[in-house]
C-alpha cells in the first residue's frame, strides 16, 4: 500500500517504521528535512522535498504534523487527491478534516506509543463514508497493535486513557525503582526487576480469566505484608490519583478540542 506520511517526528516516525517493515510504500515528508532524510534512508523510503511530491491517487495521506501547525500547513496539502487522509492530530475533528479536505475521504485515528513495538492501541473514528475501506485500513494497522473503531464521541477519552496512560504507566513505574533504591538495591537491579516484575504481572493479567482485584487478593494474605502496603496505597490516596490523573488529562483533551473547533 503507498502511504505518505507528513509529519517524521516520534509518532510519525514510529509509525513509518512498522508500515515499512510490512511492505509498504513510503513517501515521508517534514519541513526539518534532515529528520525526513534520516528517516528515509533508515527505511528505504522516498523523501519529498514537498508534501505532495509525486502523489499518486493511490496514495494515503498520513497527517502526523503538530495539531498547532494544522491550519497553516492546509495551503500546502489542500490539492491533495488520493484514496485517503488520515489524521492523528489531537483535538482536530472529523468535521474539520473534511472541511480541509472536501473532495476526499478522511479519517481520525489515535494511535499510543507502543505501536512501534506492533503492541500499541489504535483508535479510529467510526465513519459511515469509510465502510468500504474498513478492511483494508484494518489491514494496513493489525501489524501496530490493537486496532478498535470508537465513536467520535469517545476520542477525548481515549486519548487520555491510552494515548496519555503511558506516561503514567512509566511515571509508575519510575517510582517502584525508586523505592527499590531505598530498600538498598542499585539502580539497575531495583530496574530489572521491577521491569520484570510488571511484566509478568502484565502476563499473568492477559492469561488469567480473573479480573485485577480477584488477582490482587490472591497475592493479599490475612496480617501479611501485601495488605499492609495496600492499606498505604489506599491511605496516601494512590487510587483516587491515578483516577484524577486520567480525568485531568481527559478533560485537557476536551479543552484542546474546544480550542481547535
Known sequence: MSVRIIGCGSMGGAIAHVLAENGNALSLYDRHKERATKLGEALSATVCTSPLEGQSPDDILLLAIKPQDFDTSLDTLIDFRGKLVISILTGVTTDQLKEAFPDTLVLRMM?????????????????????????????????????????????????????????????MIDAMVDAAIAMGFTSQEGYELV???????????????????????????????????????????????????????????????????
Request: no cysteine; glycine share 10%.
Open 111 to 171: 494511535p499510543n506509543l507502543a505501536v512501534r513495538y506492533g503492541d500499541g492501541i489504535v483508535a479510529l473514528a467510526e465513519d459511515p463514508s469509510l465502510i468500504s475501506l474498513e478492511d483494508e485500513i484494518e489491514k494496513l494497522f493489525a501489524p501496530l497493535g490493537l486496532v478498535r473503531w470508537i465513536p467520535e464521541s469517545k476520542f477525548d477519552a481515549i486519548t487520555a486513557l491510552t494515548g496519555s496512560g503511558p506516561a503514567f504507566v512509566f511515571s
Open 195 to 261: 521491569k520484570h516484575m510488571t511484566g509478568g504481572a502484565l502476563t499473568t493479567l492477559y492469561e488469567s480469566k480473573d479480573l485485577p482485584a480477584q488477582l490482587k487478593w490472591k497475592v493479599t494474605s490475612p496480617s501479611g505484608t501485601t495488605i499492609a502496603g495496600l492499606r498505604t496505597f489506599e491511605s496516601e490516596g494512590v487510587r483516587s490519583g491515578i483516577i484524577e490523573t486520567f480525568m485531568a488529562t481527559f478533560q485537557r483533551a476536551q479543552e484542546l478540542g474546544n480550542t481547535s473547533r
